[in-house]
Structures are given as structure tokens and as C-alpha cells.
């Protein structure tokens, strides 16, 4: 009886958790809009002494995004080594978008004031090409060069199988 029972009740409790066999699809869209940004012309470098970063990518990435949404500065690199204390980061901008004193304010704001600035030396950027070269994601630029090589004309054929086999049988 007991054994009934409890067949009884799993078998209650088994049809009444089955669902109505309808299946709901739920579809998300994810869409991620870039603001494309005027090309920046740099008239102006910029060599900041920072300390704070722990590493060259993080870090140096989080500075570099910053700055580069202000959508006047052109260039971050760093001359970053590993545990020392103060890094140099060198930012080429356009002198008539932002100042060398708003670019420190930015950096020291990044990260909940996480870098702290140095030494901050400016100069104007003179004779240097600013021909559009094509840069990789971390911004390095790309060098092409067209090579003219000539190369000789060959042809081949494909030996006729049946006349070797029928000189073979001759």
C-alpha cells in the first residue's frame, strides 16, 4: 500500500512538472556603434613622466583610450619598463584642439587617480612626414613598397598516357 502510494504521488508530481511543450526563444541583438573620429593632425609632442603603471598594456592602454577619445590627440606610446617607478609617455596632438595641461589633467584623472605625472616637456613637431600611413591596432605604422619582379613565362604539358602505354606494348 505504502509502495502504491508513493507511485501514486511521483507520478502526480512527474506530470505536473512536464511543461506544455512550448518552447520560447528568446534572441538578444547586440549592436556596438563606433564614433568614427576626424583624422588628428599632430603639430605638438608631448613627453609625460608617469608613475602608477603597472604594466605597458593595461595601463597603457587605459591612458591611450582617454586620450584619444578627446579626438586631438594622435599618438600614445611609452618608453615603459617593468618595475620602475616612473614610465615616460610620449603623446603627439594638435596643439589647436587641446593643451599639453588638459592632457596631464586627463591622465591623472584615468582609473580613480591611479597615475600620478612628472616632468612635462613639450616641443613643436618640425620637418617630420605626415604622409597617411596605414597603423596596426597598436599603432604602428605600416610601411609599403611596391617591388617590380619579373617572372619568366613556362608552360608544360601533360604527357599523352595512351602513346606510352602503346609504345610499351610495340
Known amino acids: 500500500m505504502k509502495n502504491a502510494l ?8 512527474m506530470l505536473g512538472s512536464c511543461s506544455s511543450g512550448e518552447k520560447k526563444i528568446i534572441s ?34 587605459s591612458i591611450r583610450m582617454a586620450l584619444k577619445e578627446t579626438g586631438a590627440v594622435d599618438r600614445v606610446s611609452y618608453d ?13 596632438f594638435d596643439k589647436s584642439k587641446i593643451s599639453a595641461d588638459k592632457i596631464v589633467s586627463i591622465i591623472e584623472t584615468i582609473n580613480e587617480k591611479q597615475f600620478t605625472t612628472g616632468k612635462v616637456s613639450s616641443t613643436d613637431i618640425e620637418g617630420e612626414s605626415k604622409s597617411e ?10 610601411k609599403t613598397s611596391k617591388i617590380h619582379v619579373e617572372v619568366p613565362e613556362t608552360s608544360w604539358e601533360i604527357p599523352n598516357v595512351f602513346k606510352f602505354f602503346a609504345r610499351l606494348i610495340d
Open 80 to 92: 615603459f619598463e617593468s618595475g620602475r617607478k616612473t614610465n615616460t609617455a610620449y603623446i603627439t
Open 6 to 13: 508513493f507511485i501514486g504521488i511521483a507520478t502526480v508530481f
Open 28 to 61: 538578444v541583438e547586440k549592436k556596438v556603434a563606433y564614433k568614427k573620429l576626424d583624422p588628428v593632425h599632430a603639430d605638438r609632442k608631448l613627453a609625460v613622466e608617469v608613475s602608477g603603471m603597472s604594466c605597458e598594456h593595461a595601463c597603457g592602454g
Open 133 to 142: 600611413s596605414p597603423v596596426t591596432s597598436d599603432n604602428q605604422e605600416v
